[in-house]
């Protein structure tokens, strides 16, 4: 093997150089256990399901909701058939897990009142407003609510035929009400009303139910609650009502089944803002309760559902949540629902979609969301300002736990965690983001902003700016079994990371799978710490903008570990570890691409006074160097590196050199033990030794190279590079006529 000597000290071809310790002596094989078998013993990535594709989402549909098996391998479950959601007549409704529309609470059957079930007979007062008198019997209805009122008990129930009844007070103490059907039953408040719902209870109000009617359309509130119960409510449907559908507050406590509330109003003629920005569909606070079960909340304002101050809880089962609206008066706000101020909200099996700006909060110390079972899709930007657009969005401290879901074609962001805010994430697909046509901005699958999450079973896929971000001294991502893939770039063309980490934040990855992404694969910068195990980073593309990138890890000013992990047919570079720590264990980097500029394409890069760490490291099939050390310091122990091939563009933009382990700079140590580099038939260097490295090899071997050593340093003492290794020709003979080469560029291989 031939030692070619830099162009300050040129000697003969061939001759190893005056005083060169014998390069082409004929060397004992190096005490290397694993070269025998041609590589390092490498452990390879732990990830059972990586053939598949996916990981182990454990979803199994809910009672009535149809499983969708995707070409991806993953398996989802939809609410509804694949006809979707039905628009329903007159008192009917569909919530998720039911094949088609049905009644909203009780059929309205043959007779002229509902069925009285259990009921005491003695305290029934019947009423009816097609009769002109009665006694409240039977057999003479009232015609009026405020005759039956007037003369019901404390436990009475009045029974409404079909037809539309004013309420004309305060709704009495213990007084139920069950209409003929919510299609034909309808109450109103009277002219000139002053109360502030058509069913508003003062505090301290014994409990009663409402069944089978329809509340609206009415310039106040639809049903008001303050304290007492608790007040079931079965079968009712609340439409175009004004300030709140249903209001519970003072520690009311309330049941409700089969529940609609539709095209809530605003107040008008009021400059308070806050009164401006009212039109909830559900409105908790001060401690108050809800338990409901059947829930379509449609076509409201500012929040479809509110739950606000310490012990306040809202639980929702089977709900569908549509077409939330921003407040008339500036455009904010059109959240499906909101968890504020240490309330608790939790919805199983649910259904979000086309919320103006967010479609599921939870905001502020000590407030609780729970989620399970829920599907959350085309979240829009904000009407004021074409903003935000966030599937969820946990801030200020508050906790979410999100269990089966997807998250789909929202706007702004999959998952947002902000300002403290903690997330537990688990069996979850979120993909599609789309980011903001008119601004060009984000489209985050997972954005973890100064918050934490913990991470189990999720696929993250075709965002458009980054699958997941973390960000901010105090954010935390710890994430097992994930997949990001096919993240887009933003709408300039610029970067599409799969997995980002900057800003002092930490990232643990455990069982990976990141591909497809644009510019880099997984990134650490700004501080960032990120540690990978049992990871593959693969097929990263190039920008759309430029063709740049492509590059599989890199970290930037941040503390880089990964073991187990393999990075494939990425290009521009493998992994690049620049002004940053890097530690790899078990890597194996093989097919690295050039750019599409033809550029670039190295298995391996440390630069800029970078300390790096391999140990048991292959780098194959690699463009222009498999590893290149740029005034950085590098320990590498029991790695192969196998051959490296010319850059794309070449012979045109080609450097003339192509090497398998490249050291320059006066800051460039680098110290190789129990490794092997192995030439290709365009491989030109063993080892590219430029200016002002020092490099010092032990039990090594250098094999099929046409040069062994590319010397740019003639000072170098060559028993540095001599320690039991053995130099070997490359089989076809292949001779340099040059003596010397010039100071090689290295813009090509450098990311």
């Known amino acids: ?35 025998e078998a041609g590589t390092p013993p490498v452990a390879p990535p732990e990830i059972p399901w990586l053939e598949a594709g996916v990981p182990p989402i454990d979803w199994p549909c809910p009672t009535g909701w149809r499983e969708v098996e995707e070409a991806s391998g993953l398996t989802l479950c939809e609410p509804y058939p694949e006809s979707g959601r039905q628009a329903c ?9 039911e094949p088609a529309c ?37 057999a003479a209805p009232f015609p009026t609510l405020a005759e039956a009122l007037d003369t019901a008990p404390s436990g009475a129930t009045l029974m409404l035929a079909a037809g539309t009844y004013e309420v004309d007070r305060f709704w009495p103490r213990g007084v139920s009400m069950r209409g003929r059907c919510a299609a034909l039953t309808s109450l109103v408040a009277e002219a000139g009303v002053t109360r502030a719902a058509v069913i508003d209870v003062a505090a301290g109000t014994e409990g009663f139910a409402l069944e089978n009617v329809r509340i609206g359309p009415a310039p106040i509130a639809g049903v008001a609650l303050r304290g007492g119960g608790p007040v079931t409510l079965r079968g009712v449907r609340i439409a175009e009502v004004t300030d709140r559908g249903l209001h519970l507050a003072a520690g009311a406590a309330a049941e409700a089944e089969d529940l609609a509330i539709e095209d809530t109003q605003t107040p008008s003629g009021t400059a308070d803002p806050e009164a401006q920005g009212l039109g909830r569909g559900l409105d908790l606070s001060g401690g108050s309760t809800l338990r ?20 306040t809880t809202l639980e929702l089962e089977d709900i569908a949540v ?56 085309d979240t829009e930007s904000r009407a004021a300002d074409g903003r935000l657009g966030s599937a969820v969005l ?33 069996d979850l697909a979120v993909r599609d983001t789309r980011g903001d046509a008119a601004t060009g901005g984000f489209g985050i699958g997972i954005n973890l902003l100064l918050g934490s999450a913990v991470l189990e079973r999720a696929v993250v896929e075709r965002s458009r700016v980054n699958g997941v971000a973390v960000n901010g001294e105090s954010a935390r991502l710890d994430a097992t079994n994930l997949v990001v893939r096919g993240t887009e770039g933003s709408q300039d063309g610029d970067e599409g990371f799969g997995v980002a980490v900057g800003g002092g934040g930490r990232v643990i990855l455990r069982t990976a799978l990141v591909e497809r992404n644009r ?34 890890v890199q970290a930037q000013d941040a503390v880089l570990t990964v073991r187990r992990v393999r990075l494939e047919r990425n290009r521009q570079v493998g992994a690049a570890v620049i002004a940053a720590t890097g530690t790899f264990v078990d890597v194996e980097v093989t097919d690295t691409e050039s750019e599409e500029t033809g550029l670039g394409g190295a298995g391996l890069v440390a630069e800029e006074n970078s300390e790096l760490v391999v140990e048991r490291g292959r780098f194959a099939m690699s ?71 020092d490099v010092r090899f032990e039990s090594g071997l250098v094999d099929a190279h046409a040069i062994g050593v590319c010397l740019q340093s003639p000072d170098t003492p060559l028993q540095r590079l001599t320690n039991d290794v053995l130099y070997r020709q490359r089989d076809d003979g292949a001779v340099v006529e040059s003596t010397t080469f010039a100071e090689p560029d290295l813009s090509g291989v450098l990311p």
């Open 1 to 35: 093997m031939m030692l070619a000597v830099g162009c300050d000290n040129p000697s003969p071809a061939g001759d190893g150089g005056a005083g060169d310790g014998g390069l082409d002596a004929a060397l004992t094989l190096p005490d290397i256990p694993w070269l």
């Open 89 to 97: 007549g007159a008192g009917e409704f569909h919530p998720p897990g």
């Open 102 to 138: 049905r009644p909203i609470g009780a059929p309205c059957g043959d007779g002229p009142f509902a069925a009285l079930g259990d009921l005491d007979p003695a305290i029934v007062r019947y009423v009816d407003a097609a009769r002109e008198s009665g006694d409240g019997t039977l």
């Open 292 to 311: 409901a079960r059947r829930v379509t909340l449609d076509r409201n304002r500012r929040q479809a559902a509110f739950a606000g101050g310490a012990g």
């Open 322 to 377: 549509a077409d939330t609206r921003a407040r008339e008066s500036d455009g904010f706000f059109g959240v499906g629902l909101f968890a504020f101020e240490g309330a608790r909200l939790e919805a199983r099996r649910a259904l979000l979609v086309r919320q103006r700006q967010t479609g599921v909060v939870a905001r502020g110390p000590s407030t609780e969301l729970d989620l399970s079972d829920v599907v959350i899709r």
């Open 394 to 426: 946990v801030i200020g401290e508050a906790s979410l736990n999100l269990r089966r879901a997807l998250l789909e074609r929202n706007r702004h962001v999959g998952i947002a965690v902000e300002q403290g805010a903690s997330v537990l994430l688990t």
């Open 519 to 552: 510019t880099t694969g997984v990134i650490a910068s700004r501080m960032g710490q990120l540690e990978a195990t049992d990871v593959v980073v693969r097929d990263t593309r190039p920008r759309v903008s430029d063709g740049l990138g492509g590059g599989g």
């Open 623 to 693: 463009r222009a160097a498999g590893v290149a050390i740029v005034d950085s310091r590098a320990s590498l122990t029991d790695v192969a590196i196998e051959e490296t091939r010319p850059v794309v563009c070449a012979p045109e933009c080609a450097t003339g050199v192509v090497a398998s382990l490249v050291a320059s700079g006066q800051l460039a140590e680098v110290a190789a033990t129990r490794f092997a580099l192995t030439g290709g038939p365009d491989t030109t260097c063993g080892l590219l030794h430029a200016r002002g490295a």
